[in-house]
């Protein structure tokens, strides 16, 4: 993964530790500045201890806040932008079906003033075009900009012409010797921060997800909306054909440990799947865990402390934003280097 190019003297130079998408996106748009930058990472590229790992995350504009959904237009762009670099299709845009509850607000305002299209449809509406049911009591809005990223082909367009060291891990943040340190190491930043004297607000969690057999492409599902995140969302996969999850179910886990998924959840997965997707093979393949690291308000944490830059932005729906906020943590790093 060498770029091969020319060295700029480590006063000058980036470090980024951790190759998850945060951590690749801000390589990338630092690359793209014309600026040298390294990224450490302990494990391979696409390695299955973190968060990144998998062949598709849900692609949204759809939240019911409006600085989400800029942000997600602006990862668009950005997704956009690396497709036509990488000549790699990183997009599957073939909708999005948000089901929520009466009392709950629904992102139809939200993508209304962002000037993104959405239609309410009826359940019998949904349950005819997509062979999705939605339940009894919810209500449907349909957002055609969303669908899926390509997650493991996203890594690798990132990872083009980066430097990237593998197998390489940062024990201590003053072992860094480039003059700026982006942190981007997902469920160990906490740990890696601390002693500089920064406190990640986060708690780390093992969360389940499981695959069923279902043909052709069905759009994105985020269920059971509730006034911040969500329950259990789906997404096409492109393997079995259905990947499914629950949101923020995982018990609190140690990053350092390797475990698989949650049997209880898997059941419960595998219930969900039976009764919104009639059509889908009822028994689960291939459940699989992932990490979250979430903060109380699934905010991210952007920021930068003297030399050191903090990239958090997971909480279970950061893999979209990846472009976005690369860009942010790469001005942070830029500033920090000036
Ligand atoms: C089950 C699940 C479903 C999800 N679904 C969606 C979705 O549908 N849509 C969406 O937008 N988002 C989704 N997300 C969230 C999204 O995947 C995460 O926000 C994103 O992957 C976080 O990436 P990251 O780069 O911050 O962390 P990671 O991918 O974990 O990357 C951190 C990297 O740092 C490395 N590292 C750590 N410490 C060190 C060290 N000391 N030295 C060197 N390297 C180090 C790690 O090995 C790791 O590779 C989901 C997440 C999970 C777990």
């Known amino acids: 993964?060498?770029?091969?190019?020319?060295?700029?003297?480590?006063?000058?130079?980036?470090?980024?530790?951790?190759?998850?998408?945060?951590?690749?996106?801000?390589?990338?748009?630092?690359r793209r500045g014309g600026h040298d930058v390294v990224v450490y990472e302990q494990f391979e590229l696409g390695h299955t201890r973190g968060s990144s790992h998998g062949r598709t995350r849900i692609f949204r504009l759809a939240y019911p806040e409006t600085n989400w959904v800029r942000l997600a237009q602006e990862?668009?762009?950005g997704w956009r932008e690396l497709e036509q670099e990488s000549g790699e299709e990183l997009l599957l845009l073939n909708g999005m079906l948000e089901f929520y509850r009466e009392g709950v607000t629904s992102s139809q305002q939200a993508l209304e003033e962002c000037a993104a299209d959405c239609e309410l449809l009826s359940r019998e509406e949904t349950e005819m075009r997509f062979g999705v049911s939605p339940g009894k009591d919810s209500f449907v809005l349909f957002q055609p900009d969303a669908g899926v990223v390509y997650s493991d082909r996203a890594l690798t367009a990132f990872a083009r012409r980066l430097d990237i060291r593998e197998h390489h891990r940062v024990e201590s943040l003053g072992d860094v010797e480039e003059k700026v340190v982006v942190v981007t190491a997902g469920?160990?930043?906490?740990?890696?921060?601390?002693?500089?004297?920064?406190?990640?607000?986060?708690?780390?969690?093992?969360?389940?997800?499981?695959?069923?057999?279902?043909?052709?492409?069905?759009?994105?599902?985020?269920?059971?909306?509730?006034?911040?995140?969500?329950?259990?969302?789906?997404?096409?996969?492109?393997?079995?054909?259905?990947?499914v999850g629950i949101h923020k179910r995982g018990k609190?886990?140690?990053?350092?440990?390797?475990?698989?998924?949650?049997?209880?959840?898997?059941?419960?997965?595998?219930?969900?799947?039976?009764?919104?997707?009639?059509l889908a093979d009822p028994e689960p393949i291939d459940p699989q865990s992932c990490l979250y690291t979430t903060t109380d308000d699934e905010r991210f944490i952007l920021?930068?402390?003297?030399?050191?830059?903090?990239?958090?932005?997971?909480?279970?729906?950061?893999?979209k934003f990846g472009p976005a906020v690369g860009n942010r943590l790469a001005a942070l790093a830029l500033e920090a280097l000036a």
């Open 1 to 30: 993964m060498c770029s091969g190019t020319r060295w700029a003297p480590v006063a000058e130079r980036i470090a980024v530790v951790g190759a998850g998408v945060n951590g690749l996106a801000t390589a990338w748009a630092l």
């Open 75 to 77: 990862a668009l762009v």
């Open 187 to 243: 469920a160990w930043a906490r740990r890696l921060l601390e002693p500089h004297g920064i406190d990640l607000p986060v708690i780390e969690t093992r969360e389940t997800v499981a695959y069923f057999r279902l043909e052709g492409r069905v759009p994105s599902v985020v269920a059971e909306v509730v006034t911040k995140g969500h329950g259990f969302y789906s997404l096409s996969d492109p393997v079995h054909g259905l990947k």
């Open 252 to 278: 609190p886990a140690d990053p350092g440990e390797v475990a698989g998924a949650d049997p209880a959840l898997v059941a419960e997965i595998a219930e969900w799947t039976r009764e919104r997707f009639p």
């Open 303 to 319: 920021e930068r402390h003297g030399r050191i830059v903090v990239g958090s932005a997971c909480s279970g729906h950061g893999f």
